[in-house]
């Protein structure tokens, strides 16, 4: 894969609060693009921990901060997706928002697991999507994780709650059929 990926903050958070953004770093070098909005969304004081994660990587070269110019074509959608969403659709937070833009004008990835409010502009714009469960079942399938580890790592990610579908990794690659 060498699509750029445009990370969520559900999606990036995932794996920053147990400690395993070094399987993002493994699975997509220099792939890694955070919306300026997530990092401001990290950039919050009761997630001091989590910018801190994104800082080293961002200072490591692991990962880069991408910003929407205002006045651009992709700030249109932006806002529209943010602000005057079309008859339909409703708005969204301002990272899904973000991450939605910037894949679909780079042709990339989109990473969230909020699919409740992407779903619907996913399939409108034809965006590749990933989720927490299919990145654990890439590092699954490159041997960087086995399926225990994979289940200790979904366990953690449950403790903090994240909602990543299935109860354990072994019943999410049970749903995938793998």
Known sequence: MTDSIFFDNDCLSAFLWVRNQNLLVELYPGQIFIPKQVYDELSV???????????????HKQ???IEIEVGTELYDLYYQLTVNPDAGHVIIGKG????????????????????????????????KHVTTGDILIEAFKKGYITETIGNTVWSAM?????????????????????
């Open 45 to 59: 004081p009761g997630v001091a921990h989590l910018k801190a994660k994104v800082d080293f990587l961002l200072n």
């Open 63 to 65: 990962a880069s901060i």
């Open 96 to 127: 899904e928002a973000a991450s939605i833009v910037l894949a679909k004008f780079n042709d990339g990835i989109i990473a969230s697991n909020n699919l409740r409010d992407i779903s619907s502009y996913i399939q409108e714009f034809g965006l």
């Open 158 to 178: 449950l403790s903090k709650r994240r909602r990543i579908g299935a109860n354990t990794f072994s019943d999410y690659l049970k749903s995938k059929n793998l």
